[in-house]
Each structure stands twice: as structure tokens, then as C-alpha cells.
């Protein structure tokens, strides 16, 4: 779905945001792309939707160069950014002008969203707060049935109840043959719908794991008192113990914690790619 | 970059009829209600205090003004996704061809603008100069559609508009600003090339670098050289401004938008 091959970007000649970044999307996937502020999340999204074009290197999406801007390519991705104005109208006359450029587009897949996500569909979009904006975007991004949804920090601006009902909502609207790139520093967010985790930091993809290696390859667990072991790769204090993560054991699976994982990617690189490493290693020698 | 596709044409007239075209017309509209009702009032005031016949009717100046300021500044504003970060993105990854998109903000400020504010412009003419005409003293004829001034008019903004267009890609701020300021600068670099020109081709007429030598005898400046309007290098000037800098200026605004990025400024 998507391949991008010895990557490098800057803004400027001299500080170069991305080095030779290699990285590989599959079909089907909901996928979190995970970095620190300033990492280059949002520069990633918008040279994998061809709006910024790389230095060197090439950015495939769909077995096409992306930034030669195919409208066929480009009527099958859609980009939910960050921060984005709807224009004032009303949403059906929103949905009017934009739907027919997506030509699978379900108009009736949009209203139900709009109700889940408690919008007045009469509604004009002047008359909206941001979060409502935002729901509408999301709604109208989920409903073009395009192969390839990127959403950058979709959750940003949506109240409790709406972060819950946006997961809901995306795990059940993306068929298997569409996939997802959803960008957030807010990880809790992401929790329980992602299927591959990959984290940038340094201009470079430090982690490019499906959900199920993680946790069979990482332990995520809570443990009382003080006792932090001595093979932890990190650990932080939490009320009554600590929370850690450890290699795994076994072929036994734990329940990821984003937090905790990218905080032990960051701090402690080698380690756990190497175990990724071994982990693939014995994988191949299975087969 | 250069795919046609009728479908994709339609979406996107329908998106900037909605988005750009209609809310422009609606200002148009009210500016030149205001100006007539103004100049209306005017008229009463000074009903009279009557005015001669005028050597261009003032409604084909009121036109030529109307058309070029406004039209300029809207075809300069064609590409306005282009102002704001996030809305530049979301028109950038809009599944249509740099043609496409080019084509229907060309047609939009070009041919389709044209007829809409000439006809607009003839209703509220013809509503308003009667009276106005009556009361200040001269008499009213329309020149729209049936005089050459309206035609070369016409002509003019439809080359010139297509330079807007090119500096609404090129400049994300204050286009049209920029574009004029772009302009007079080209005008001066080129009226500087000609200047140096001017002074190697006759350079036995100069004294010191740029003043004219004193000539002995009969000579005078000028002599022995035809009409310039004969010269094929003015003929050829004169039919590239006409037939060959829109389509040129169209050509670059495609291959323009083609490199658009979203850049953070």
C-alpha cells in the first residue's frame, strides 16, 4: 500500500527532518505512526499524500510515485488534517461539492456517522465548534470509502465520549481493503485499534512492528512495590508499584501500552530492536 | 498532470461556483449597486448643473474600471486555497489534474466571469444611466456588446488575466500586489535591456555614457528610419500579446501548480 524507499527531507538545506527513512505500509492495516513533538509526524503524512515532495528517495503509494499527483491515485487517499477550517456552508452542501470527487462515496454511511457522532446534519457549518468540525471531516473522510485514510491527530478537539466513539467507529468502518495511517501524540487514544506501530525519532523509523509481535516480543505489566527487575527496559512509578517493560517470555502475549512502549523504544533503542530482531530471526528459522 | 476527465471537470465547477464564483459575483453586485445608487444620487443633487456629451460614454469607462480592477483582483485571488496552510493542502490533495484545475479557474475568471459582469453590468446600467444621463444633461446609449472600446475591453483583460492567474499560483500573500509589483519589475528589467541596447547599437551618437553627442550638419534623429509600427519585430510583439502570452501564461500556470507544495509559510 505503501512503500517508501531511502527517504530524505528537510525544510531547509541544512537541517534534514527525514535520512534515508525506509518504511512499508500493508494492505488492510490500521497503523500508528508515533513521535515526539517535532519528530515529523505530520511532515511524513503530507509527503505520503503528495503534497510535499521528498529530496531524494521515492514515496510509492499504490504502486505509484505519489507526488506525480494521479487523480486516480489521489481520488483513492484522503488527508484529515490537523487543523483544518470546513468552509461555511452547511454540511449537505459540503457533502454536495466534495462527495463526487470520491467515487465511491456513501452518502448514507455519512448521515449515520453524522448522528453517532450526534451532529445535526441540517446544520450549518459556521454554526459548529471545532470538535464538530472535526467530527464532520472524520465522518465525510470514513464515508469516501477510499483505499488509504490518513488522519493526522484526529482526535484533538473531540470530548471524552467522542475519542470513544471515534475508535468505535473507525475499527468498524474500514474494510480489508483499506488501510489507515493515523498520527497522535495523544497514544492513549490509539489504544485497542491499531493493528502496526511505527515510531520516528532522529529522522528515522525506530519501530515497524505488527501489534501482534509487540506484545509477544514486549511485556507490558503492573507490578506492586518497589521491585523493578533487573532485565526492565523501562520502567516508571505508578500508585503502589511500577509499571515496566520487560523482553517477552514465551509465547505469551500482554496487552500493549503505547505509553509505556514508546517510552521504552526512546530510552532504550537497541535493546528492543534487537529483540525484534531475534524474534524474526527465529521466525525465519522455523520456516 | 495533464489528465482530462469531463466527470472530475463538473466537481470541480460545482466546488468553485459555491466556494469562489458566486460569493464574488454577489460583491460585484453590491459595489455596483452602491456606485450607481451613489452616482444616482449625485445626479439629483446636482440636477442642474448638467455636464457636455462625453467623448467615451461613461459607462464603457465605468465598465473598462469595473472590469479590470475587479476582475484582475478576482482572477488574482482564483487560486485563494493557496492563503492559508491547511486549506492549500486540502486543495493540493484534491483528485484532479493540474489541467483541470487550471481550466476551470481559468474559465471561471476568464470567459464565465466576462459574461456574468457584463451582463450584470448591462442590467444595472440600463437601469440606472437613463435616469442619471436624463438628469445630468447628455444623452444615454449603451456601448456594451456593439462598440470596439467594449471589444478591446474585453480582449485586453483576457490576456492580462491570465497573468493574474499565474501570480495567484506563484504567490500564496497578497497576490495581486505581488503579481503588479512582479510585472513593473520585469517591464523595468526589460525597459534596462533595451536601454543597453539602445546604447551599443548607436554608439557613435553617444558622448560619455548616456548623453546624446551634438551632430554637425543637417542630421536630425530619426531620419532615414521607417513608421515602427511598419518594423516585424513591433508586428510580432503585438501579435505575441495577443494570441501567444494567454496561452503561454496558461502552459506555465499548469506546469506551476504541478510544483506547488504545501510549504509551511
Same mark, same amino acid.
Given at each position: ?220 505489566? /503492573? ?49 528492543? /530492536? ?14 | ?67 479590470? $480592477? ?61 435616469? $442619471? ?23 485586453? =483583460?483576457?490576456?492580462? &488575466? ?18 503588479? $509589483? ?22 557613435? =551618437? ?8 551634438? &551632430? ?16 516585424? &519585430? ?32
Amino acid at each position: 500500500m505503501i512503500k517508501i524507499d531511502n527517504l530524505s527531507f528537510g525544510y531547509s538545506r541544512k537541517k534534514q527532518l527525514f535520512m534515508n527513512l525506509d518504511m512499508e505500509l500493508l494492505e488492510g492495516k490500521i497503523c500508528g505512526l508515533l513521535g515526539k513533538n517535532g519528530a515529523g509526524k505530520t511532515t511524513l503524512l503530507r509527503l505520503i499524500a503528495g503534497i510535499l515532495f521528498p529530496d531524494s528517495g521515492d514515496v510509492h503509494v499504490l504502486d505509484t510515485q505519489i507526488f506525480k499527483r494521479d487523480p486516480e491515485i489521489s481520488k483513492e487517499i484522503f488527508y484529515v488534517q490537523e487543523e483544518y477550517e470546513l468552509p461555511t456552508m452547511s454540511i449537505e452542501l459540503y457533502m454536495k461539492i466534495y462527495a463526487p470527487f470520491y467515487h465511491r462515496f456513501d452518502t448514507d454511511k455519512f448521515y449515520d456517522l453524522l448522528s453517532k457522532f450526534e451532529v445535526d446534519r441540517n446544520a450549518k457549518t459556521s454554526q459548529l465548534s471545532y470538535g464538530q468540525k472535526k467530527k464532520v471531516h472524520i465522518a465525510f473522510a470514513l464515508s469516501t470509502g477510499v483505499k488509504l485514510l490518513i488522519l493526522d491527530e484526529p482526535t484533538n478537539g473531540l470530548d471524552i465520549p467522542s475519542k470513544a466513539q471515534f475508535r468505535k467507529v473507525l475499527v468498524s468502518s474500514v474494510g480489508e481493503d483499506q488501510s489507515v495511517v493515523i498520527s497522535s501524540h495523544q497514544v492513549r487514544d490509539l489504544t485497542n485499534m491499531l493493528d502496526q506501530i511505527i515510531i520516528v525519532d532522529d529522522g528515522k523509523v525506530i519501530l515497524n512492528e505488527d501489534v501482534f509481535d509487540i506484545s509477544q516480543v514486549l511485556n507490558f505489566r /503492573q507490578i506492586q512495590g518497589a521491585n523493578v527487575p533487573d532485565d526492565a527496559l523501562y520502567s516508571e512509578m505508578i500508585p503502589g508499584g511500577h509499571l515496566v517493560v520487560t523482553p517477552g517470555v514465551g509465547n505469551e502475549q500482554s496487552q500493549i501500552d503505547l505509553e509505556a512502549l514508546f517510552n521504552a523504544i526512546t530510552t532504550n533503542r537497541e535493546k528492543v /530492536q534487537r529483540l525484534f530482531q531475534n524474534l524474526k530471526q527465529n521466525e525465519n528459522a522455523k520456516i | 498532470m495533464l489528465k482530462f476527465n469531463i466527470e472530475r471537470i463538473r466537481a470541480l465547477l460545482v466546488r468553485d461556483f459555491h466556494m469562489s464564483f458566486k460569493p464574488t459575483m454577489k460583491i460585484i453586485g453590491v459595489i455596483l449597486l452602491v456606485y450607481y445608487l451613489v452616482n444616482l444620487f449625485i445626479a439629483v443633487v446636482n440636477r442642474n448643473d448638467t455636464v457636455d456629451d462625453f467623448e467615451l460614454s461613461p459607462t464603457i469607462i465605468t465598465y473598462g474600471l469595473f472590469l479590470l $480592477i475587479g476582475g484582475l483582483i478576482y482572477s488574482s485571488r482564483a487560486f485563494r486555497e493557496f492563503a492559508k496552510v491547511p486549506s492549500r493542502a486540502e486543495y493540493l490533495s484534491l483528485p484532479a489534474s493540474s489541467l483541470e484545475k487550471v481550466l476551470v479557474k481559468w474559465l471561471y475568471t476568464g470567459p464565465i466571469f466576462l459574461v456574468a459582469f457584463t451582463l450584470l453590468f448591462w442590467i444595472l446600467a440600463s437601469l440606472f444611466m437613463p435616469f $442619471i444621463s436624463d438628469l445630468r444633461g447628455y444623452e444615454f446609449s449603451s456601448p456594451l456588446f456593439v462598440t470596439i472600446p467594449f471589444w478591446n475591453l474585453v480582449g485586453i =483583460y483576457s490576456v492580462v &488575466q491570465t497573468i493574474f492567474i499565474f501570480g495567484s499560483i506563484t504567490f500564496n500573500k497578497v497576490p495581486a500586489v505581488l503579481t503588479v $509589483i512582479s510585472i513593473m519589475l520585469i517591464a523595468l528589467i526589460a525597459l534596462l535591456i533595451c536601454a543597453i541596447f539602445f546604447r551599443m547599437v548607436w554608439a557613435e =551618437y553617444f558622448e560619455g555614457l548616456y548623453n546624446f553627442a551634438e &551632430q554637425s550638419g543637417n542630421f536630425r534623429y530619426g531620419d532615414g528610419t521607417s513608421d515602427p509600427s511598419e518594423k516585424w &519585430q513591433v508586428k510580432f510583439f503585438i501579435f505575441a500579446f495577443k494570441f501567444l502570452l494567454a496561452p503561454v501564461m496558461f502552459v506555465a500556470s499548469i506546469f506551476k501548480l504541478s510544483e506547488k507544495i504545501e510549504s509551511l509559510d
